[in-house]
């Protein structure tokens, strides 16, 4: 394997960042300390696409990011710099919602099975004729017309079998591979594998060889010709054996940073068969983030829920929820699994066990134990159906490599992310900052020791794995989590306020009404058109009073009008802010905080673009606005004056910790090894946290900063370092103690990142 790089800095390329715009940013990214560039997808996208995961042609790069000569314009420009390109690859699935865009699937619908890439997407072809949902309704089927030797519907457009152009609209229609029907079909009878429930992104079989290699052969010769160094896996739990395409892939690729984007629950590990690098971090951002919560505030938030009529049962919720993602949205992909068996009552049994999976998915043989799990709990759950719930468990044992064992497997992690990620996560809003992507809803915070334990196993297991704090797909930021992790240490303030602001201004639905408060804090100052646009999206995903398919235009217009009337309510407004002066500086402190352990432990950080100043974004597309990034190349530079920024607004000192952390790993690498605890001594000990990397580098932060100040601040709390001369690279500072005060060390910044020089 090739060196792993020091650090990525993630880029969202589409319409508005281009290669070429990605290239007159290396110069800033490589002064600011980033080791590679690691970019959003960039093969040729479904048109219109704004973020590359519907890719419609896997065998060139993308014209709307300024096509292959800008491509290797950028890939050079890196290399002049010593910098690596790490690219986002989407081998699961493939845009097809023009499928004149993408010629494999063009070429599927006009021949069907006879199609030379009939192979290459999961179709169930023993169903007959390819269902595609476009149409309003199946009466729409009067609205169709051929035109050109095309069957036309609206916008849409599909291929005619060859010798079938002849008669009817419907007469023709009957005749294809392929029959358009009501898009409210699709979740119940679509006889394709999707991307979790969007028609338009069909699965693909990279399992089979051809499909592999005609999939991955543009981006592998990348690869080999040095220009891509790193591989980011999207998605790989919806593979029917992700195992399999990890060995095929090393195999092919055997000097690329490999990671994946496999969410993990906390205690699950990364299977220690697939030969990657390690994963794309989210479990190091529930670690670092869990670390600012203070779990003492968890009876008052868990009281100030229930009052308010907002469930705060977790598992119940969680498993309401997968089940209905089982039922409702991903109905075909179970009664597909459900024709596969031979039992009694088989559909509902496949949904129950789907429902009951603790984690994404086993990977038979590996992971039995999760299966046992989802077995006995499905079991309990419903007794009725557990001979036959039993009867699949044992069949997926004695058959690791069967269809239906591959099926249950890649069907259960669609399941966990639209019930869990997209649904639960939107309901269970008690306390927002531990509603991620990888999250645990039910675990209120990490202890210091659970922090050290599982950054010492990631040293010791995956020193090369990606660590993150924001990402694209991230339902609010780093900067928000940690705004409202505050919140923690004032439960009773919090808890008051949203009383206040409920009893003068409450939406329709508890739940929403929740999230909307701590959106308003963790986000603030925020606008009309963002906030509408965020509580829209939250309102749908929750899937309670509206949803995506259903929705209900009435109160959808209700919470649009909250928004504009709680941000024209001045006196609320003030309120707010009033509330905002006890979390904003001590969000700043847990920004920092998060940011420094993220950037110097274990792992390959990495810097989601923007987010080394201030970033107070929420879920996409609100975190997929456009960077100002001259504004962080001239703040950059005054840095590099000497000027140590003021703990403020504008962010200057996140930008500050953010560069010196990584120019010191990019140019001192060997400081970045081993990994020990450290303790602090004193009054305060319990607010700071350390670790030290080799013995010649040690990072320390403050940790619930409320509770410090009301303690009367550092008093006589100290900080024993190995011998030596010790030096903070964030200020630049010497270290002239070998157990300095906190409340030097820690001045004017809540953290240092301190290096020893031996003596």
């Not at 290399?79 to 023009?98: E, F, I, Q, T, Y």
């Not at 592999?212 to 919806?238: C, Q, S, Y």
């Not at 004695?398 to 309901?427: H, I, N």
């Not at 701590?518 to 963002?530: E, F, H, N, S, Y």
Request: negative net charge; charged residues 25%.
């Amino acid at each position: 394997m090739s060196a792993a790089p020091s650090s990525t800095y993630r880029l969202q390329l589409g319409p508005g960042c281009t290669f070429a715009d990605a290239s007159e940013l290396t110069e800033y990214l490589d002064l600011l300390g980033a080791g590679a560039v690691y970019a959003s997808p960039v093969l040729q996208a479904a048109p219109g696409s704004t973020h590359g995961y519907d890719v419609a042609d896997a065998t060139r790069v993308s014209e709307t990011l300024g096509g292959e000569e800008q491509r290797r314009q950028l890939a050079e420009r890196l290399r002049k710099l010593g910098m690596g390109l790490v690219v986002d690859v989407v081998p699961n699935h493939m845009g097809v919602a023009k499928p004149e865009a993408n010629a494999w699937w063009w070429d599927v619908l006009k021949h069907g099975r006879n199609s030379v890439y009939a192979k290459y997407f999961d179709i169930d072809w023993g169903r007959g004729p390819i269902l595609i949902p476009v149409l309003g309704s199946d009466d729409a089927e009067d609205d169709l017309r051929v035109e050109d030797d095309r069957l036309v519907y609206y916008e849409h457009v599909f291929p005619l079998a060859p010798g079938t152009g002849e008669g009817s609209a419907r007469e023709v229609h009957a005749r294809q591979n392929y029959r358009l029907v009501s898009w409210r079909r699709a979740s119940a009878e679509l006889t394709y594998r999707r991307f979790f429930d969007i028609n338009e992104l069909a699965a693909v079989r990279v399992e089979d060889a051809e499909v592999f290699e005609a999939a991955h052969a543009e981006l592998l010769r990348w690869v080999a010709a040095g220009e891509v160094t790193g591989l980011r896996i999207d998605h790989p739990d919806g593979l029917t054996a992700p195992g399999e395409y990890m060995r095929r892939l090393r195999a092919a690729a055997p000097d690329a940073w490999l990671v994946v984007e496999k969410i993990l629950a906390p205690e699950e590990e990364l299977p220690p068969s697939w030969p990657v690098d390690g994963t794309t971090g989210y479990e190091a951002l529930r670690e670092v983030c869990g670390l600012f919560i203070d779990p003492a505030g968890e009876a008052a938030v868990t009281a100030l829920a229930a009052e308010a009529g907002v469930p705060v049962s977790v598992h119940e919720v969680e498993h309401g929820c997968k089940r209905t993602a089982a039922n409702v949205m991903l109905l075909a992909e179970v009664r597909r699994i459900a024709r596969l068996l031979h039992v009694d009552n088989a559909e509902a049994a496949v949904a129950e066990l789907l429902a009951a999976f603790p984690v994404y998915r086993s990977y038979l043989p590996e992971g039995d134990g999760h299966l046992q799990v989802a077995v006995d709990a499905a079991c309990r759950a419903r007794p009725e159906l557990a001979a036959a719930i039993t009867s699949i468990g044992e069949r997926m044992r004695a058959e690791p490599e069967s269809e239906l064992t591959q099926r249950v497997q890649q069907t259960s992690a669609m399941v966990m992310a639209k019930g869990v990620e997209d649904t639960a996560g939107y309901r269970l809003t008690r306390f927002a900052a531990l509603n991620e992507v990888g999250g645990a809803f039910d675990r209120f915070g990490v202890g210091v020791e659970e922090f050290h334990a599982k950054w010492s196993a990631r040293q010791a297991g995956w020193p090369r794995t990606m660590t993150a704090l924001s990402t694209h797909d991230t339902k609010r930021s780093e900067d928000v989590r940690a705004r409202l992790a505050v919140l923690s240490e004032i439960p009773e303030e919090f808890a008051a306020a949203v009383r206040r602001w409920t009893a003068e201004r409450a939406l329709p639905e508890p739940t929403l009404n929740l999230l909307a408060w701590q959106t308003l804090i963790g986000a603030w100052p925020i606008d009309v058109d963002r906030l509408g646009g965020y509580l829209a999206k939250a309102a749908k995903e929750a899937k309670l009073r509206t949803t995506w398919i259903d929705p209900d235009e009435a109160f959808d217009e209700q919470v649009q009008q909250w928004v504009r009337d709680v941000l024209a309510d001045t006196e609320l407004v003030a309120d707010l802010e009033r509330l905002l002066e006890l979390v904003r500086v001590p969000g700043w402190s847990n920004s920092l905080g998060q940011k420094l352990f993220q950037l110097a432990g274990p792992g390959v950080p990495d810097v989601y673009q923007g987010t080394e100043l201030w970033d107070y974004s929420l879920v996409d597309p609100d975190n997929r606005r456009p960077v100002d990034f001259e504004a962080r190349r001239m703040l950059l530079r005054r840095l590099d004056t000497g000027w140590l920024p003021d703990l403020d607004e504008l962010g200057s000192a996140k930008l500050l910790v953010t560069a010196r952390t990584l120019r010191l790993r990019r140019d001192r690498p060997e400081l970045f090894s081993g990994y020990r605890a450290l303790r602090a001594e004193g009054v305060a000990e319990r607010h700071a946290v350390a670790f030290a990397r080799s013995n010649d580098l040690v990072a320390v932060a403050t940790r619930l900063p409320v509770g410090l100040a009301a303690a009367g601040g550092w008093g006589d709390t100290r900080l024993p370092l190995f011998d030596g001369t010790w030096t903070d690279v964030i200020t630049g500072r010497a270290v002239d103690s070998r157990a300095p005060l906190l409340a030097d060390l820690l001045s004017p910044y809540p953290v240092a990142l301190l290096v020893r020089k031996h003596d």
